[in-house]
């Protein structure tokens, strides 16, 4: 522009006289000198003012964006602005605080327009936190993230999984609804098994034991409310289960000698089983299943306990060897009997084979010595002589000689 000068910038009606030189209510610093050329001819006030219409007019839309009629017309598309009239700058009070009042009017539409926007961002925000979720495998209480309080009462207050909308100020506190396992022992287990030291047990005969044990158990999931005034983690929850388990196997083994674990290993497992279930369900689970693995016991109590195995297992050797004689034996005696049997029956049956044969050849013989006594009663009275006359006695015995000869001669082929 040339040479310049500084002229006061127009006091402004709408700012407290206590904001002149700080930050106004918009952030922005008002200005407290404008640059504008030395006026060529005409007098200071009126240069002022149309130098003023100018740089207003480059700090609205840029430099010579906009006439005067335009600036107007923008003054005019807000309510809260007059309609500037440029044939009257004495009425309207100058043009300078109309101008003014238009960046005013358009620095309070910016600035609603950003908060507006702001406040859908922050509602869009609020309400898309608003949905929690309860993950697969778990159930889950409502808890107030501002208050730290858990609903634990009401019609259902535990939650499967899903997705639900609770309100930005709520979250889920979920615990697992599957089956979990304990296990006491020396080896690490798969990942997912809490892991615990063996059970250090003492048995009724005052001998120390270790006890490698797992347990299945499961939250009921009607019961959850109870539990999480008991424990408020599932952490806490656990160590609840297993300090009570560890008390009650403990208790059940003070009750059986340290020899029961192999020789009456059924009956403790039952008596560990129900122990665990009783437990389990006075803490709100249930107990789904026990294993009982091994024991350790002091090297020198093994040792004997070997023995004694040992001793028994040659025992019950012993004994079966005296069982196979004693059968071998009885088997010999009644194999004796059965054969003293088949001989005594051997003989009874020829006896009375021997019977049955003399007694038919004597039946036979006598049937023989009277069908010849028949035969010849009928030759002695049928037979007659050529002179008509019987036979006597003498010729009845030839007669008899004649038929034992030819019972004797079998080959003869003619006989007369």
Request: net charge negative.
């Amino acid at each position: 522009f040339g040479s310049s000068r500084m002229v006061p910038a127009p006091p402004v009606s709408t700012r407290p006289p206590s904001l002149s030189g700080e930050l106004d209510n918009e952030g922005l610093a008002p200005p407290q000198f404008w640059e504008v050329p030395n006026p060529p001819v005409s007098t200071q006030g009126t240069l002022a003012t149309a130098n003023m219409s100018t740089v207003i007019g480059e700090v609205v839309s840029g430099p010579g964006a906009r006439t005067q009629s335009s600036l107007g017309t923008l003054a005019t598309s807000h309510g809260d602005v007059e309609a500037y009239d440029y044939s009257a700058p004495a009425r309207r009070g100058g043009m300078d605080g109309q101008i003014e009042k238009v960046i005013d009017c358009v620095q309070r539409r910016i600035i609603l327009s950003c908060c507006c926007g702001v406040c859908q961002l922050i509602f869009i925000i609020l309400f898309s936190i608003s949905f929690a979720t309860v993950g697969p495998y778990k159930i889950g209480l409502l808890q107030n993230t501002i208050s730290k309080s858990v609903q634990l009462d009401g019609a259902s207050p535990v939650y499967e999984p899903g997705v639900y909308f609770v309100g930005f100020w709520n979250t889920f506190l979920t615990f697992p609804s599957t089956l979990q396992t304990i296990q006491y022992s020396f080896d690490a287990p798969e990942p997912g098994v809490q892991h615990i030291n063996p059970l250090h047990l003492r048995s009724r005969d005052n001998t120390p034991i270790y006890l490698e044990v797992s347990v299945q158990y499961k939250r009921i999931k009607d019961q959850l409310p109870q539990l999480f005034q008991q424990a408020m983690t599932d952490v806490l929850q656990e160590n609840i289960f297993t300090s009570n388990l560890r008390a009650e196997l403990t208790k059940v083994m003070s009750t059986h000698n340290a020899a029961d674990c192999w020789n009456d290993r059924e009956r403790l497992v039952a008596e560990f089983t129900q122990a665990c279930e009783q437990v389990l369900s006075r803490s709100h689970a249930v107990c789904w299943g026990l294993q009982f693995y091994r024991v350790h016991v002091d090297a020198r109590f093994e040792e004997e306990l070997i023995r004694t195995q040992v001793e028994k297992q040659q025992n019950k050797i012993e004994k079966a060897k005296k069982n196979a004689a004693e059968v071998r034996a009885q088997t010999q005696v009644q194999l004796a009997n059965y054969t003293s049997s088949i001989k005594v029956l051997n003989a009874q049956g020829a006896a009375e084979r021997y019977n049955l044969q003399v007694a038919a050849q004597t039946e036979a013989s006598t049937s023989k010595v009277n069908a010849e006594a028949e035969a010849l009663a009928y030759v002695l009275d049928n037979v007659r002589l050529p002179n008509g006359t019987k036979m006597t006695e003498a010729q009845l015995a030839e007669y008899q000689e004649a038929l034992m000869l030819i019972n004797d001669m079998t080959q003869v082929p003619l006989y007369y």
